[in-house]
């Protein structure tokens, strides 16, 4: 009697990565975008993802715009409370500022936008400079 071995293959959804180093540059801002979004749909959190989207962009750009550094890294998890963390680590020491913007103003509004979609916000010092991070829920 002969047995034929079955050969199983499992086919499992490998889970997008958490986190992506990426250069300091405009650039980026999409491929975090591509980075959050993929992480929430993979966690089943496709509500999220257009404000997701923004808050990573917002984030982003403060950096590229005010750090001068070479890298960036970028970063969305979900915490145990619920909340999806997502967060961007730059060279820079000095923590954003929201600001109020005038009615005619083209710019100072990225941190008023994050405040306004996160359920908080806020900034840390590292050992390298800052990461500043943002929770939706």
Do not use: F, Y
């Not at 909340?83 to 083209?106: F, K």
């Amino acid at each position: 009697m002969t047995t034929a071995a079955r050969s199983s293959t499992a086919v499992t959804r490998q889970a997008p990565p958490a986190a992506a180093e990426l250069p300091c540059e405009e650039r980026s801002a999409q491929l975090a975008r591509g980075l959050v979004r993929a992480r929430l749909d993979h966690l089943g959190l496709a509500a999220l993802v257009e404000d997701a989207e923004l808050v990573v962009s917002e984030l982003v750009g403060n950096s590229v715009r005010h750090c001068g550094g070479r890298r960036i890294r970028v970063a969305v998890r979900r915490r145990l409370d619920g909340r999806v963390r997502i967060s961007v680590e730059d060279a820079c020491r000095t923590p954003p500022t929201l600001l109020t913007a005038a009615e005619d103003d083209e710019c100072h509004r990225g941190l008023a936008l994050v405040d306004t979609l996160a359920d908080r916000w806020g900034t840390a010092p590292t050992a390298c400079g800052k990461v500043t991070w943002a929770d939706l829920r």
